[in-house]
DNA sequence: CATATTCATCGTAAAATTACGATGAATAAT
DNA sequence: ATTATTCATCGTAATTTTACGATGAATATG
């Protein structure tokens, strides 16, 4: 029995993505820094800290995973690092996430 | 100095709901359970099981966040249980996303 | 040059997440 | 009634995440 069996023994690159999107929003310290980024209209840095409960190095780690997933980029202006939205990598992350969403939304559910 | 500390002792409402819902859709099985949830067009059960590379406790215990984050429900029907999209509050956690998302897409960055 | 500021990184501890097998409860089938 | 199927939960182990202080590198300021 089970000839057709059909477990998948990987998860397809999209969902994978889409996983690693999230996961990088999947923490309120960084959707707040994401949203003082906007805010402030301006590309801050330490200020990040002050507005925050949390320490600097623990700050800093979140950024680090922001920048990992390309959501945001961080130039480098003397002593100080300016953050900002890395726009170009927000859309296209937005787009695949939005794919998902559209589909789910789309899809009309007959059960349950 | 530093007379006008701002520094929160917690994040707002916001905040903590998006990233919820975002943690629920943190794990590449959760996204592939939600895409197949859509694709049988039909509200499986144990069949999640054989698509997806993990064992049955272990995709019943992401059945369970996904449920916690509000964005399926089940329903048991016999001796198994019915599982799909909750059309309504996959649209009211759209919606708090899609804030977030606008937000960032529309807001001019003229930094870096 | 000496000192201060800004930020990243290292080491570490605590907590959360992920995964599995084993077991059990509930319903269905024989 | 006995047996099989379906799913949840428990216990546990391995890994990842979160957080902090300490330290260090780089630039700016005195």
């Known amino acids: 029995m089970n000839m057709g069996t ?3 023994s990987e998860y397809t690159e999209k969902e994978i993505a889409i996983a690693n999107y999230a996961k990088a929003l999947s923490h309120p310290a960084r ?6 980024l906007v ?7 330490g200020d990040i800290v002050d507005e925050l409960p949390l320490s600097q190095s623990t ?3 979140h950024l680090v995973k922001l920048k990992e997933a390309g959501l945001i980029k961080g130039d480098i202006d003397g002593a100080s690092v ?11 992350a937005m787009a695949q996430m ?3 969403f559209q589909t789910l939304l789309t899809t009309k559910v007959k059960c349950c």
């Open 39 to 45: 805010k402030k209209q301006a590309c801050i840095c």
């Open 59 to 61: 700050v800093s780690q």
């Open 31 to 36: 959707i707040a820094i994401l949203n003082l």
């Open 6 to 8: 059909s477990k998948t």
């Open 82 to 92: 300016c953050y900002c939205i890395d726009e170009k990598e927000w859309k296209k």
């Open 98 to 100: 939005g794919e998902l």
